[in-house]
Nanobody, 128 residues
Framework: QVQLVETGGGLVQAGGSLRLSCAAS????????MGWFRQSSGKEREFVAA????????????YYSDSVKGRFTTSRDNAKNTVYLQMSSLKPEDTAVYYC?????????????????WGQGTRVTVSS
């Protein structure tokens, strides 16, 4: 089992920045793809970004959406079992609950289904 805890959400003005953290426990996630999803009120949960465990390559939301490309960056510190999401140039439409996810299968991770381990989410509100 993997437990994920997100922190770092909050209220920020448009154009501002936030960094989300996701700490994993239960087992090491160094060989897991780690990622971020978000869900806005009344909308489906959507993929935001992911990072693999092997090459450190980053899968941006351009597979599904261009909404965060160039503004968000994900990184990981395997020594701390933590993944980060640096969000810059935030827009009101980035307002959502952000969820951390983990999956040994990077393709499965991006699908975003029940095969993922999920955190409880952290709320990000961007005011205009």
């Amino acid at each position: 089992q993997v437990q994920l805890v997100e922190t770092g959400g909050g209220l920020v003005q448009a154009g501002g920045s936030l960094r989300l953290s996701c700490a994993a426990s239960g087992r090491t996630t160094s060989r897991y793809a780690m990622g971020w999803f978000r869900q806005s009120s009344g909308k489906e949960r959507e993929f935001v970004a992911a990072i693999s465990w092997s090459a450190g390559s980053v899968y941006y939301a351009d597979y599904y959406s261009d909404s965060v490309k160039g503004r968000f960056t994900t990184s990981r510190d395997n020594a701390k079992n933590t993944v980060y999401l640096q969000m810059s140039s935030l827009k009101p439409e980035d307002t959502a609950v952000y969820y951390c996810a983990a999956n040994p299968d990077p393709v499965g991770l991006r699908i975003g289904g029940s095969g993922n381990y999920w955190g409880q989410g952290t709320r990000v509100t961007v005011s205009s």
